[in-house]
């Protein structure tokens, strides 16, 4: 089947009371637009149309290349928008999936199962429908005795017998390319709106005689827009029990799922546990058998098994098995730390290489480091990296000691098995198994203290 989608992304979405256009606020870490988007690419889309008008520039470079755009300068209905895409999919042949760049929850199953109705059936057009307790705001699927659809009545132009029902419109079809264009040209705006609705080409098709389709989505969440900042709340609070009870059935204990947020994107390994204000963001993956949290934020993160993660901020990096991490650590990009390394409590790590079983215990900067194996650095430690200008290196050979409150100025090199002593300020290298000391001689001035030193002036 060949499919070309087109997403509706154009208005301004006055209700979000914001200068950033509506598709554009972030559910679950994502743009709305971005979201939808990646789901109908999953279903292996030939062409990919959004539809911009709003901050259509910002829409554009955000979504960078990943589908074509067409501006929609005046903003007069979904109609309207539609007819906008002819001259790019008016030679299309095949289905066009329909879809709003509003509506970030929708599925990959639910759309899988739309293009199935409209293949299976024949249709002209398939609409994607959902049974809703509260129909207010959606337009009503109308049919007829026999049960077929046979139009779409909106919210304002409903009678009370039509705005009963509680089938809606969830603003997504599949469509004949060939039946849909001919249908836009007979749109009126003759409605409450004053605009041309996409969804009058149902009526359109049934009285030429030709078959519109409905598929009923199981949960009617899928189809719900994002019109203002409550609604952008509930996606995301929707998105996260989705993925929530996604992990917890697949073998991951969530102490407290209210508390704990995770990207649809986020793999989370079996046995691991996440505990309350955990938020994994981006591509992370964390492996089995972990404890990740209280309090910790990782994003593009990659962990492995049996590690432990608490009170910590990481993004951009990657941590292998064993690993001991916090409390208070904050972990930067292009850090990786290999199996059974223990980071204590308020250290940053930033671009640096460090080994297996190697220790920062506490309270120490490490940047744009390679740090062999089984060192240990001492409370206080710095490597001092910028000199105003350039970043440079500092390099720590295995099994080195480096004592308390030591500054290892780059570029400079720690050999193996070398010891630093305590307060040292470290400017050439060291060899391997070489003690260094840089540090001022220590002067004693005896009885230098006297009653005259306290006395008030």
């Given at each position: ?22 598709v554009?606020h ?5 743009a ?10 999953s ?28 501006r ?23 289905t ?5 760049g ?13 293009l ?18 509260d ?5 009503r ?33 599949a ?11 007979q ?37 719900l827009?994002?019109?203002s ?6 996606a ?70 049996h590690?432990?993660?608490h ?16 409390p ?10 290999h199996?059974?390394v ?16 190697t220790?920062?215990p ?32 500092t ?17 400079v ?24 000391v840089?540090r ?9 203290v006297?009653?005259d030193?306290f006395?008030?002036?």
């Amino acid at each position: 089947m060949n499919i070309a989608s087109l997403i509706l992304a154009a208005g301004k979405g006055t209700r979000m009371k914001s200068k950033l256009p509506k598709v554009l606020h972030k559910v679950g870490g994502k743009a709305m637009v971005e979201r939808v988007l990646e789901t109908v690419q999953s279903l292996g889309t030939n062409k990919d149309v959004v539809i911009v008008g709003f901050g259509g520039d910002e829409v554009q470079s955000y979504l960078d290349g990943r589908a074509e755009f067409v501006r929609q300068e005046e903003q007069n209905g979904t109609g309207h928008a539609v007819k906008m895409a002819e001259p790019v999919l008016g030679q299309f042949d095949g289905t066009i999936l329909l879809l709003c760049g509003d509506t970030p929850l929708v599925t990959k199953e639910s759309l899988e199962a739309l293009l199935k109705e409209h293949a299976s059936s024949g249709a002209a057009a398939t609409i994607l429908t959902a049974h809703m307790p509260d129909p207010t705001g959606y337009g009503r699927i109308i049919r007829n005795e026999d049960g077929h659809v046979v139009r779409i009545v909106e919210q304002k132009d409903g009678t009370p017998e039509e705005l009963a029902v509680q089938e809606v419109n969830t603003g997504m079809y599949a469509f004949n390319s060939k039946k849909l264009w001919p249908c836009l040209d007979q749109l009126s705006d003759d409605n409450a709106q004053g605009e041309l609705y996409i969804t009058d080409v149902v009526a359109i098709l049934v009285n030429a005689g030709d078959k519109v389709s409905a598929y009923m989505t199981d949960n009617f969440e899928e189809s719900l827009g994002v019109n203002s900042r409550l609604q952008l709340a509930e996606a995301e609070s929707i998105l996260k029990h989705r993925k929530n009870v996604e992990l917890m059935t697949a073998g991951v204990t969530i102490i407290d799922p209210n508390s704990t947020y995770v990207a649809p994107e986020v793999t989370v390994g079996a046995d691991t546990i996440l505990h309350p204000g955990t938020m994994l963001e981006g591509n992370t993956i964390i492996g089995e058998n972990c404890e990740i949290g209280p309090h910790t934020r990782l994003t593009n993160v990659t962990v492995g098994n049996h590690s432990i993660i608490h009170f910590t901020y990481g993004h951009d990096c990657e941590i292998k098995e064993g690993v001991d991490v916090g409390p208070y650590v904050h972990l930067r990009p292009n850090t990786v730390l290999h199996n059974d390394v223990h980071i204590g409590n308020f250290v940053e790590v930033k671009n640096s290489n460090v080994g297996v079983g190697t220790k920062f215990p506490h309270l120490s900067y490490i940047g744009d480091s390679d740090v062999g194996a089984g060192v240990n650095i001492g409370c206080g430690t710095i490597t001092v990296n910028y000199d105003g200008k350039i970043k440079h290196r500092t390099i720590i050979g295995d099994g080195a000691f480096v004592g308390c409150n030591s500054n290892l100025v780059a570029p400079v090199t720690i050999g193996n098995y070398s010891y630093v002593g305590a307060g040292s300020t470290i400017t050439k290298n060291v060899p391997d198994k070489a003690l260094a000391v840089g540090r001022s001689k220590q002067i004693v001035k005896e009885n230098w203290v006297t009653e005259d030193t306290f006395k008030k002036k």
